[in-house]
Every structure is written in C-alpha cells, then in structure tokens.
Nanobody
Framework: QVQLVESGGGLVQAGGSLRLSCVAS????????MAWFRQAPGKEREFVGG???????TYSTSMKGRFTISRDNAKNTVYLQMNTLKSEDTAVYLC?????????????????WGQGTQVTVSS
C-alpha cells in the first residue's frame, strides 16, 4: 500500500521558518517526480514547487527564493524548507508523487497524495 506522510507543520510567527518532510512508503519513489501543493480554506489547491528525478526544481513565482525543495531517495523522503514565512502562507501543505518527466503545476499530474500537514503563520 502506497502512502505519503507529511510532517513538520505547526504554528510559527511571521518571518520564521519551517521544514516539512514527506516520507513515501510502499514503493520506491526515486523514479517519480515529487511536488508540494498547499490549500487554504475556501481556496483551490495551489502548486508550491516540484523536484524531478535528478533533483531539478521548479517553484511557484510567489514562493521562489523563500522555499526550497530537496529529496533524499535513499530515505524515500522529500523536503520543503520554508523561510521568511508570511501570514498568507497559512495552509495545509500536501506532497504528491507523479510519473511524468517534469513537475507539473496542476494536480492532474500526480497519482499519489499525502493527507497534508497544517502550517499556520501568525502575524
């Protein structure tokens, strides 16, 4: 059974940092593209960024420079380092795995999803 489990969310003050992790189990994800999305209450799921099989990354324009995605294939884990957090970053953050050649910015490109971890940024 394939599972993606996120962790590392919590409450942080504006300007602070958090590091999220997503551990995959039930399959070897080294061949997959991995991505992070987020969803705030009442809003659509939004692409944060993605990382390809060889470590190439792409980010949403609003998060580029503040967020960094990395992966450790030996640990079946993908990370999201978030710096200089803002109140508008408050959302549930979800990781996703897909078999496409590049990280797509739409949810349709991904076959496995985690349940998400809540990030709350207080101003």
């Amino acid at each position: 059974q394939v599972q993606l489990v996120e962790s590392g969310g919590g409450l942080v003050q504006a300007g602070g940092s958090l590091r999220l992790s997503c551990v995959a189990s039930g399959y070897t994800f080294s061949g997959d593209v991995m991505a992070w999305f987020r969803q705030a209450p009442g809003k659509e799921r939004e692409f944060v960024g993605g990382i390809g099989r060889t470590g190439d990354t792409t980010y949403s324009t609003s998060m580029k420079g503040r967020f960094t995605i990395s992966r450790d294939n030996a640990k079946n884990t993908v990370y999201l380092q978030m710096n200089t957090l803002k109140s508008e970053d408050t959302a549930v953050y979800l990781c996703a795995a897909g078999s496409s050649s590049v990280a797509t910015r739409t949810t349709r490109g991904y076959r496995y999803w985690g349940q998400g971890t809540q990030v709350t940024v207080s101003s």
